[in-house]
């Protein structure tokens, strides 16, 4: 780990990520905190443009800064995606710096926001670790365990109402059951009713006396004529 001067506001501690840069006093906001260096490539080398290392500073389209190298104190500064601090880069000059974008206060951890292409190739894989998507995915389960706890919840509030239902009706499963045996024994009672009335109605008809003519209307038109003829 490279010494730093104690004029620095600065020093190298343990973070959440790994070794981060802590403020040791207090920097203002606009403040040129440090400087990112290391050794110039040119992409129109092949062999300096086949380094490959999560140090690379791209200044501009042909020049990129190696930061690797352990000299470079600023090589410790993580990613934030909500930064205290920002890239300050200089391509005429070849040089970039660390600057604050508001103040920082001792204990604080520096960072800044490394850019898009290393967020997608470096971080989203494994998942931003910085303080803010911390927070973020923090809430979101807290969400989460509160959806599931209000779900339950819910479930057991209509368990409890089915099972309140289930028993007002096995309840009143006795009383259909007898009124349906009283409907049944009137249903029966009318049905034998019928019959009996039924059957005296048959009986009421007149029954023909076996070996003796009735009369009926042509039998007495019958008589009446021959009478008239006599």
């Known amino acids: 780990m490279p010494a730093i001067p104690p004029t620095k506001p600065y020093r190298i501690g ?42 690379l500073f791209e200044l501009d389209k042909r020049w990129t800064i ?39 206060e001792p204990g604080e951890e520096i960072n800044y926001d490394y850019g898009t292409d290393y967020f997608k190739a470096y971080l989203k894989p494994i998942g931003c670790k910085c303080e803010a998507c911390e927070k973020k995915r923090a809430k979101k389960k807290a969400e989460a365990r509160a959806d599931r706890v209000l779900q339950k919840a819910k479930d057991e509030r209509k368990a409890k109402k089915k099972a309140e239902k289930l028993t007002k009706d096995t309840a009143r499963d006795p009383a259909k059951d007898k009124a349906k045996q009283r409907s049944k024994a009137k249903a029966s009672t009318k049905a034998g009713g019928d019959a009996q009335a039924r059957g005296k109605a048959k009986s009421r008809r007149p029954v023909p006396t076996v070996g003796k003519r009735v009369k009926t209307r042509s039998t007495v038109k019958t008589l009446t004529s021959r009478a008239k003829a006599a």
Do not use: Q, W
């Open 14 to 55: 343990r973070s959440k990520t790994g070794l981060g840069l802590f403020a040791t006093k207090p920097i203002k906001k606009g403040t040129k905190i440090i400087r990112y260096f290391g050794p110039l490539l040119d992409s129109k080398k092949a062999d300096e443009d086949a380094i490959e290392n999560k140090y």
């Open 66 to 104: 190696d930061g690797s190298i352990r000299e470079n104190v600023a090589r410790y500064i993580n990613h934030s995606c909500k930064p205290n601090a920002e890239s300050d880069v200089k391509p005429r000059k070849k040089k970039i710096f660390i600057r604050a974008i508001k103040d920082i």
